[in-house]
């Protein structure tokens, strides 16, 4: 790390310099109502410091939330804030900081996982961080798409209002169906307040974020969050529908919603930057390929407590299974485990015997929310099946992983 450079948690009173460095590395400015926002959330007792001589070089920090993982929600450190001012890069500061974050995450042994976002996707990995849930990005041409077999008249009704105006159902209907989504974070009226920030200055010539919230015969069954972008061109009225947030419990809302949102008037494209890669959407429309969908890397998952985070999911299929795992950073992590479990629960502990299947910790990461298959991972040569007893079923789950929020 060079001389005089130390870590150390960090203050209160650092705040400002680790926004501007932020600001620095993110290419962004950080101030205003959004500055309020972040220091709402901001947790400095789990914030670190690089500090040199005064200057802070780097920092990271670690959100106390709770995220949804294959049958169960689990506290998760969220990491976030991470970087390094661009006079100190590549002198091992970043690495230093993760190092020093996983151990104190673990020697507080309260959060058997971590998660972040990646702003590149090679950063993490060297870190014990796989790739667990990817997003399905849509850009839709919504004039060129149809719901398909639409069924009788839904019985709910749309009512619109301010996201703020509405969050009594917004968060009720989130936390309903975030327990069986897995990848998604809890919130509470911080993180609201956070993820629903939207200053003027941010918006790229769109309007406020709108909400709409679906009442079904006994009450709220979904909401989306919604902004639009005005244009107009020489064929006309070209706006676009941007979509933060569609959430909803059962599929007649889930239709509804977004027969409302492709839809709005005067719009031409619908974008929609969280989907799951599984989203119900494809399956709605008579022309997916109109709802240009990309694929990207969205959450990377760390196991910090490894028996603690692999007994604390369920299995899809009955699993007996010996994994040998090697974890350079967190070396408690390293040897061979017995998991035994299934749909009910799972039980994880140290064993002396032959190992079924080997892999490292970023790779039992990337296969932690059921998202990204062993069984790949063994055909990229990542993880070697050494026994025919494969476990690439039992870590699978109903649904694809998905993410709502980049925190
Ligand atoms: C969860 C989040 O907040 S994601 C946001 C991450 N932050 C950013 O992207 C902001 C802009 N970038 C930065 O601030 C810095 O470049 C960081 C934080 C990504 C890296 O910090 P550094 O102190 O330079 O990293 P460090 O020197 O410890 O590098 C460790 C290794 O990672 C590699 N590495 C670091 N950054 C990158 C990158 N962006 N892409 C690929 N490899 C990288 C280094 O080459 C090095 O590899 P080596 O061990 O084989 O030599």
Same mark, same amino acid.
């Given at each position: 790390?060079?001389?005089?450079?130390?870590?150390?948690?960090?203050?209160?009173?650092?705040?400002?310099?680790?926004?501007?460095? &932020?600001?620095?590395?993110?290419?962004? +400015? @950080? $101030?205003?109502?959004?500055? !309020?926002?972040? *220091?709402?959330? #901001?947790?400095? /007792?789990?914030?670190?410091?690089?500090?040199?001589?005064?200057?802070?070089?780097?920092?990271?920090?670690?959100?106390?939330?709770?995220?949804?993982?294959?049958?169960?929600?689990?506290?998760?450190?969220?990491?976030?804030?991470?970087?390094?001012?661009?006079?100190?890069?590549?002198?091992?500061?970043?690495?230093? &900081?993760?190092?020093?974050?996983?151990? +104190? @995450? $673990?020697?507080?042994?309260? !959060?058997?996982? *971590?998660?972040? #976002?990646?702003? /590149?996707?090679?950063?993490?990995?060297?870190?014990?961080?796989?790739?667990?849930?990817?997003?399905?990005?849509?850009?839709?041409?919504?004039?060129?798409?149809?719901?398909?077999?639409?069924?009788?008249?839904?019985?709910?009704?749309?009512?619109?209002?301010?996201?703020?105006?509405?969050?009594?159902?917004?968060?009720?209907?989130?936390?309903?169906?975030?327990?069986?989504?897995?990848?998604?974070?809890?919130?509470?009226?911080?993180? #609201?307040?956070?993820?629903?920030?939207?200053?003027?200055?941010?918006?790229?010539?769109?309007?406020?974020?709108?909400?709409?919230?679906?009442?079904?015969?006994?009450?709220?069954?979904?909401?989306?969050?919604?902004?639009?972008?005005?244009?107009?061109?020489?064929?006309?009225?070209?706006?676009?529908?941007?979509?933060?947030?569609?959430?909803?419990?059962?599929?007649?809302?889930?239709?509804?919603?977004?027969?409302?949102?492709?839809?709005?008037?005067?719009?031409?494209?619908?974008?929609?930057?969280?989907?799951?890669?599984?989203?119900?959407?494809?399956?709605?429309?008579?022309?997916?390929?109109?709802?240009?969908?990309?694929?990207?890397?969205?959450?990377?998952?760390?196991?910090?407590?490894?028996?603690?985070?692999?007994?604390?999911?369920?299995?899809?299929?009955?699993?007996?299974?010996?994994?040998?795992?090697?974890?350079?950073?967190?070396?408690?992590?390293?040897?061979?485990?017995?998991?035994?479990?299934?749909?009910?629960?799972?039980?994880?502990?140290?064993?002396?015997?032959?190992?079924?299947?080997?892999?490292?910790?970023?790779?039992?990461?990337?296969?932690?929310?059921?998202?990204?298959?062993?069984?790949?991972?063994?055909?990229?040569?990542?993880?070697?099946?050494?026994?025919?007893?494969?476990?690439?079923?039992?870590?699978?789950?109903?649904?694809?992983?998905?993410?709502?929020?980049?925190?």
């Amino acid at each position: 790390m060079g001389d005089g450079m130390r870590l150390r948690p960090g203050r209160i009173g650092d705040f400002p310099a680790i926004c501007d460095l &932020l600001g620095y590395v993110f290419h962004e +400015e @950080i $101030a205003g109502e959004v500055k !309020e926002l972040e *220091a709402e959330v #901001w947790e400095v /007792e789990r914030s670190l410091v690089a500090d040199d001589h005064g200057v802070i070089a780097g920092h990271a920090v670690a959100y106390s939330r709770e995220l949804t993982v294959p049958g169960a929600v689990l506290p998760a450190a969220h990491i976030s804030c991470v970087g390094v001012l661009p006079t100190h890069r590549r002198r091992g500061l970043l690495t230093a &900081l993760m190092h020093r974050q996983l151990g +104190e @995450i $673990a020697e507080a042994g309260r !959060e058997p996982i *971590a998660v972040l #976002w990646a702003s /590149e996707s090679a950063i993490y990995p060297r870190f014990g961080y796989g790739p667990a849930a990817a997003r399905l990005k849509f850009d839709i041409l919504n004039r060129e798409v149809r719901l398909t077999a639409p069924p009788a008249e839904p019985a709910g009704r749309l009512r619109m209002g301010d996201p703020a105006t509405l969050l009594t159902d917004i968060s009720k209907l989130y936390d309903q169906v975030r327990a069986d989504r897995v990848g998604w974070s809890g919130r509470d009226d911080r993180w #609201w307040r956070y993820v629903l920030r939207d200053p003027k200055d941010l918006r790229d010539g769109a309007t406020k974020r709108y909400a709409v919230v679906h009442d079904g015969p006994d009450g709220p069954t979904g909401y989306a969050i919604w902004r639009a972008k005005e244009r107009w061109n020489h064929h006309g009225p070209d706006a676009e529908v941007q979509v933060r947030e569609v959430a909803a419990v059962d599929p007649e809302t889930y239709r509804a919603l977004w027969r409302f949102l492709l839809g709005i008037d005067l719009s031409r494209s619908v974008t929609y930057t969280l989907g799951a890669v599984d989203e119900p959407l494809q399956y709605l429309v008579d022309e997916p390929r109109r709802l240009g969908g990309t694929v990207s890397d969205a959450l990377f998952i760390r196991l910090v407590d490894l028996p603690a985070a692999l007994a604390g999911r369920r299995y899809r299929t009955a699993v007996d299974v010996v994994l040998e795992v090697d974890d350079p950073i967190l070396p408690a992590n390293t040897g061979r485990w017995r998991l035994t479990g299934g749909p009910e629960g799972a039980t994880c502990s140290r064993t002396g015997e032959p190992a079924d299947l080997a892999c490292s910790v970023t790779d039992l990461g990337a296969a932690y929310l059921g998202g990204t298959s062993l069984a790949a991972l063994a055909a990229a040569g990542r993880v070697r099946q050494l026994t025919a007893n494969d476990p690439n079923a039992a870590f699978g789950w109903h649904r694809a992983p998905s993410a709502t929020e980049v925190f």
